[in-house]
Each structure stands twice: as structure tokens, then as C-alpha cells.
């Protein structure tokens, strides 16, 4: 039982660490300034001046500007899945004869994922530059609720257009932005949320796939071992059939990578779907992220009703469905005003 246990403890680690990454992802540059700060004031007085300074602007590098550490680590956590996957999963999975369509179904996602990656991390999600910024300015109507006529970014010296944003990492405004992705290096915007949405498909569905075969190699594991017909020996001398936590119990303890991976997959996979789900309805709603945000607020706002001036009535560019997910798939750049 110690082994379950343990590995119940891994998952809420996991999960715990999880909802923290999500939680801060839009405030990661606050979150990470004052972690750098407090890390500072503590070890301020054992380390030299020049370590200090090192370290600060290394920090600032990381949090403020463009780098590729969360690529790295998802590209690793990938690795390390999918080597389990082919490492042992795959061989026992062959040895029982699996259809070779479900084995191959987890590295036919992969190969379908990496392109959308790809177009996501290097496609330019619709930067405002001075030779497309009054092309853009037509495209949306300024809501006169999120957006305003005249607003100038003071960074990039142009007028805003509607549903455009600054973003301060990338240090660019971007056509219809809906935020930065610290996973894919880059910003989504108008012009690459549609690949956004086919790399967040298949990557829950490799989740999916890895942890369907999976499970039900385990499954039929413990049939082919009669597992599920064992007994055990109570105090009182008398034979009682195991339950499913003995099963999980075995299975672990028999294969503890497979579970560990299996695990971690499941994990993913809920949170992928659940994220996913979120952006299919904004994108039928028409709304970004950043507008979906700033709309909670303003209802938050509107509910202690301490800043009534701020208070928004809600998305004014939702034009129905069809209309909308035709916007996702051939993005407005230059057309006329819609609303
Ligand atoms: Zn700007
Ligand atoms: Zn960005």
C-alpha cells in the first residue's frame, strides 16, 4: 500500500503544480519578479555584488524577454513520455498482439502535433508594423468598451487597432491578440490562432492515445494474470476476493514507469481537454482570451459594484458561429469593419 500511497502523493504533486503554472501564466512576469526579489533579499548578505547583479539580470532575461525554456521542457516531458511509450509499453503491447492502427496512432498525433508546433513557434501571429497598421485599423470597430479611438501604444509609436494588445515579452502589438504563449514561444494572434487550436487538438489527443493503449494493456494484463479472481487471508482465517486498489497495488509495484507515465498522461490530458474546451468556446463566442479576462473582471466589477465607470456590458463581436470560426480559419486583415 506505501507504493499507492506514494504515487496518489506524486499526483497531487503534479496536479498542485500544475494549477500554480496555470494560475500564474498570465501574471508570470509579476509572479516571477517577486520570487526573484525575495530570493535576493535572502541571499543577499552571503553573496558577492557582482553574483547578485548576475543573477538579477539573468532573471530578468528569463522573465522579460523571449527564451526557450518552457519549449525545451515540453519537448523533454515528450520525450520522456513517449520513450516510455516505445520503451516498454509498445514491445508488451506487440507481445499481446495489439492492432498495429492503435499502437501506431500515438506517433501518427506526435507527427501531427510537431507540425502545428512548428507553425505556432515561427509563424508571425500578426504583428502591427507601420506598413500594415492602417490595413489593420479597418478590420474591427472599436467597441467603445475594451477599445477606444486614438489610443496610441506608447512603445511602438501607432495608433491601436481594435482587439489588438501590446505584448510585453515579444515587445510588439499584435493584430487580435490573444495572449502570450509561454509553451510555444511566441504570441497567438489573428494569424496563427487557427494552427493554436489544431496543436492543443493533437496534443490532447496523444494524451489520449498513449494513455487509451495503455490502460488497456494494463487491463489486460491483469485479466491474463487472474489478478481480479485472487484472494487474500483476513483476521478471521476467511478467503476474500482483492479489490481494485491490490490490483493498482501489484501493477504498480510489477511495472512502476508505466504507471508513473501513465499518470503524468492522464494528468495532461485533463488539463489539455479542459483548456481546449475553453478555447472552442471562444472561438464560437469570438472573443480572446484577453477579452474573455477583462470581461470577468468587469462582471466582478459590476457585482461589488465599486467602479461602475469600469463595468463593461459584454463581447459586441460575436457575429454567429459559422461567422465566427470562418474568422479563426481566414483571419480578417484587410477586409471591411465588422462587429
Ligand atoms: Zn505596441
Ligand atoms: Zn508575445
Not at 161 to 173: F, G, L, M, T
Request: aromatic letters at 14%.
Amino acid at each position: 500500500m506505501d507504493f499507492l500511497i506514494l504515487f496518489l502523493i506524486y499526483l497531487a504533486v503534479c496536479l498542485f503544480c500544475m494549477v500554480v503554472a496555470i494560475k500564474f501564466s498570465r501574471q508570470s512576469q509579476e509572479f516571477f519578479t517577486r520570487i526573484s526579489h525575495y530570493i535576493i533579499l535572502v541571499i543577499g548578505p552571503v553573496i558577492p555584488r557582482w553574483l547578485q547583479l548576475a543573477v538579477q539580470l539573468t532573471l530578468h532575461r528569463f522573465v522579460h524577454q523571449r527564451n526557450s525554456f518552457f519549449l525545451v521542457l515540453h519537448l523533454l516531458l515528450e520525450v520522456a513520455v513517449y520513450g516510455e511509450y516505445s520503451w516498454e509499453v509498445y514491445p508488451y503491447c506487440m507481445e499481446l498482439r495489439f492492432g498495429h492502427s492503435i499502437l501506431l496512432l500515438p506517433y501518427i498525433l506526435l507527427l501531427g502535433k510537431m507540425y502545428f508546433f512548428y507553425l505556432c513557434c515561427s509563424r508571425d501571429p500578426g504583428t502591427i508594423s507601420p506598413s500594415n497598421h492602417k490595413q489593420l485599423l479597418k478590420v474591427y470597430t472599436y467597441d467603445g468598451i475594451l477599445y477606444h479611438q486614438a489610443h496610441i501604444c506608447p512603445t511602438c509609436e501607432l495608433t491601436k487597432p481594435a482587439r489588438s494588445k501590446h505584448c510585453r515579452v515579444c515587445n510588439r502589438c499584435v493584430h487580435r491578440f490573444d495572449h502570450h504563449c509561454v509553451w510555444v514561444n511566441n504570441c497567438i494572434g489573428a494569424l496563427n490562432i487557427r494552427y493554436f487550436l489544431l496543436y492543443l487538438v493533437t496534443l490532447s489527443g496523444m494524451a489520449a492515445a498513449v494513455g487509451t493503449v495503455t490502460v488497456r494493456f494494463l487491463v489486460q494484463v491483469a485479466l491474463l494474470s487472474n489478478l481480479h479472481q485472487a484472494m487474500y487471508v483476513n483476521a478471521d482465517g476467511e478467503h476474500v476476493p482483492v479489490g481494485i486498489l491490490y490490483i493498482v497495488q501489484k501493477l504498480f509495484l510489477t511495472f512502476p514507469r508505466i504507471l508513473f507515465m501513465l499518470g503524468f498522461t492522464f494528468l495532461i490530458f485533463f488539463l489539455l481537454a479542459g483548456y481546449t474546451a475553453f478555447h472552442f468556446y471562444l472561438l464560437m463566442t469570438n472573443q480572446t482570451s484577453n477579452e474573455w479576462y477583462k470581461h470577468k473582471n468587469s462582471y466582478q466589477c459590476h457585482m461589488d459594484n465599486s467602479r461602475p465607470d469600469k463595468c463593461m456590458q459584454g463581447n459586441t463581436y460575436h457575429r454567429g458561429y459559422l461567422r465566427n470560426v470562418k474568422e479563426i480559419i481566414s483571419p480578417e486583415t484587410q477586409q471591411k469593419k465588422v462587429r
